[in-house]
């Protein structure tokens, strides 16, 4: 059975920069879609990025592109989310999530939320 397992949050500094990481256990990624989402105190999830299971494909939320990046290493069985140029609205619970489908995410947007698994989350707070 696989389960997600986020790591990589923490207390960082307006500018600064962090990696998540989505580490697959019981199970590998394989080839599955894997998206990012964050929830803020008081606000709806909202989807921040996806990639595409062959990792060529990655659609990100506006306000992240640019400074935001996914990868992967099925190998590894991980999934990433590096975060340059963090401001305090990017504070909130970061958590991974697998599409068994494959379709989830395909074309320009917009990014999904009905994905099959989800992790627990890592808590990252971007504060001065």
């Known amino acids: 059975q696989l389960q997600l397992v986020e790591s990589g949050g923490g207390l960082v500094q307006p500018g600064g920069s962090l990696t998540l990481s989505c580490a697959g256990s019981?199970?590998?990624?394989?080839?599955?879609?894997v998206g990012w989402f964050r929830r803020a105190p008081g606000k709806e999830r909202e989807g921040v990025s996806c990639?595409?299971?062959?990792?060529?494909?990655?659609i990100y939320k506006q306000s992240v592109k640019g400074r935001f990046t996914t990868s992967r290493d099925d190998a590894k069985s991980t999934v990433w989310l590096h975060m340059n140029y963090l401001t305090p609205e990017d504070t909130g619970l970061y958590f991974c999530a697998v599409d068994y489908s494959g379709s989830v995410c395909r074309g320009e947007g917009p990014l999904r939320d009905d994905y099959d698994l989800w992790g627990s989350g890592t808590q990252v707070t971007v504060s001065s």
């Open positions: 990639i595409s299971g062959s990792g060529a494909h990655t």
């Open positions: 019981g199970s590998t990624l394989d080839h599955y879609v």
